[in-house]
């Protein structure tokens, strides 16, 4: 099926670059106010006001993937969705040739999972989730709908994580958790318990050593 993307930013652009070559991707679509009326394409394509899509692309004839980040934590992805499918749209999903999708893993509607994740058996990936590259999903997942989870995660088998949360890039979590909706996940931050809906884990950031890197080098005997 003819595909419309809804996004002009880096994750439209991102998505396009992966999706082109294996879906028919026919145009963009975004908020009336994003749109420059005197250049109204991207990457080649049209791009059209979200307001009046269904008459150049009607919802008999096409699906829709919403490609923006995770404003409002994942809120307006959220609210996206709703007002599409209010349009009459029904959602893709982009899933890339290289996932490594065991037995009884379900992806739900509206999802993109780039190149290089492994969902093991008995994982559900709620709609309209964000999967970046390099990402591995211990058995019995499930993950909330509208999820962002960047590159390098590794979240254990038997966790449930609530809608909306995003996890930072090489974020983890430890077996069997239970993690409350909208969470915001820092990069290198590990999750060993329990959380409640709304909350934020950051991770201590590296720490500047006192010698340069030549000299950290000699020091070392490296």
Known sequence: ??????????????????????MDIVGFTVDDSCIDHARPEFLGLPLLAFSQVERHFPPSGH????????????????????????????????????VIRHDDATIEDGCIVLDHV?????????RGTFISSNVNL????????????NAGISI???????????????ASA????????????????????????????LSEPGQLFRLNSDTFLKFAGL
């Not at 003819?2 to 082109?20: E, F, P, V």
């Not at 490609?67 to 890339?96: I, P």
């Not at 492994?118 to 709620?126: F, K, M, V």
């Open 138 to 149: 211990g058995h019995d997942c499930h993950i909330g709908a509208y999820g962002w989870i």
């Open 156 to 170: 254990a088998g038997g966790c449930h994580i609530g809608e909306a949360c995003f996890f930072g890039v090489n």
């Open 118 to 126: 492994s969902i093991h058996p008995g994982c559900r990936i709620g």
């Open 1 to 22: 099926m003819k595909t419309i993307i809804y996004g002009n930013g880096s994750i439209a652009r991102l998505l396009y670059s992966y999706a082109r070559h294996s």
């Open 63 to 98: 699906a829709m993937l919403i490609a923006v980040g995770f404003t409002d934590m994942n809120a307006l992805r959220a609210r996206k969705h709703v007002e599409a499918e209010h349009k009459g749209y029904r959602f893709a999903s982009f899933v890339h040739e290289s």
């Open 174 to 201: 430890t077996h069997g958790l239970r993690i409350g909706a909208r969470n915001f996940i820092a990069a290198n931050t590990l999750i060993n318990r329990d959380t409640l809906d709304d909350q934020v884990y």
